[in-house]
């Protein structure tokens, strides 16, 4: 049974940083992309980051490109978020996704790290 496990959430101030990981279990994903999503207070879940297994080419949203950087340890069968120049508007809980196709999370949802950037 493939069980998702975030961790690297805080309390952060804007402008800081922070690093998101998601560690996998169960089977191995070489065959997906395995990505990050956020839901914010009153909203829906966005997509935010992508990272193939096989080759490793990521994907991000207009809302994060430049700043925040997804990469993965296929060894460990972890992603990692690297988010750097943080704002308020990136609080959100952070999940992550064992197969995303296109912006839509298809595969196994993890239960989430909560980010929270003060102004």
């Known amino acids: 049974q493939v069980q998702l496990v975030e961790s690297g959430g805080g309390l952060v101030q804007a402008g800081g940083s922070l690093r998101l990981s998601c560690a996998a279990s169960?089977?191995?994903?070489?065959?997906?992309?395995m990505g990050w999503f956020r839901q914010a207070p009153g909203k829906e879940r966005e997509f935010v980051a992508k990272i193939t297994w096989s080759a490793g080419s990521t994907y991000y949203a207009d809302s994060v490109k430049g700043r925040f950087t997804i990469s993965r340890d296929n060894a460990k069968n972890t992603v990692y978020l690297q988010m750097n120049s943080l704002k308020p508007e990136d609080t959100a809980v952070y999940y992550c996704?064992?197969?995303?196709?296109?912006?839509?999370?298809?595969?196994?949802w993890g239960k989430g790290t909560l980010v929270t950037v003060s102004s």
């Open positions: 996704n064992t197969e995303v196709v296109g912006t839509r999370g298809m595969g196994v």
């Open positions: 169960g089977r191995t994903f070489s065959s997906y992309a």
